[in-house]
């Protein structure tokens, strides 16, 4: 597993543990799965892992009747983390007529994690919900022919 996997799900299990947020695999996704965003669900070859989600080119407001636009989704709050260690050990030995040593180490570390959470707001679903699915839209069509089950995406943790 690579260090962005094993920081994604950590994080996921931090900001959420009843497991509603679902970890990204790969550093390249992040800028792919957005609110609103359709995405199909795949198995992995474990249970263990649980599953995980492929983005589509589409959105849902791409596959509705035409109506009202839904609002932006919500910026729910910015929040930061902060981890700072510093150190400095020194040490002086000194043996009669022979040896006299002095030395000095310095350790300094520091991280910062800023986390952004984007929601669809509940008026916005609402706006969403009164609108029905373009029965002739091709992709939805390919969908269903396949079997596929569709999802939407929510909330996302940037």
């Known amino acids: 597993m690579t260090m962005f996997e094993n920081v994604t799900r950590a994080l996921a ?4 543990p009843r ?3 679902t970890p990204l695999d790969s550093l390249i996704d992040f800028k792919r799965f957005h609110p ?3 995405v199909l669900r795949k198995r992995k070859s474990t249970l263990f892992w649980g599953a995980r989600y492929v983005r589509t080119d589409y959105t849902l407001l791409d596959v509705l009747e035409p109506g009202s636009s839904p609002s932006d989704p919500t910026d729910t709050g910015n929040f930061g983390f902060k981890n700072m260690l510093d150190t400095r ?9 022979t040896v006299k040593v002095k030395g000095t180490a310095g350790l300094s ?5 800023e986390v952004q959470t984007l929601s669809v ?16 839209h091709p992709f939805l069509k390919e969908m269903q022919d ?3 089950n569709l999802y939407v995406v929510m909330e996302v943790v940037e």
Do not use: H, Y
């Open 89 to 97: 050990v020194e040490g002086d030995v000194d043996v009669p007529k």
């Open 19 to 21: 497991g509603d947020l």
């Open 36 to 38: 609103f965003c359709l």
């Open 146 to 148: 396949q079997g596929e």
């Open 109 to 113: 570390q520091n991280s910062t994690l």
């Open 13 to 16: 299990r931090q900001l959420n």
């Open 121 to 136: 707001a509940p008026k916005a679903l609402e706006t969403v919900q009164e609108r029905k699915l373009a029965a002739d």
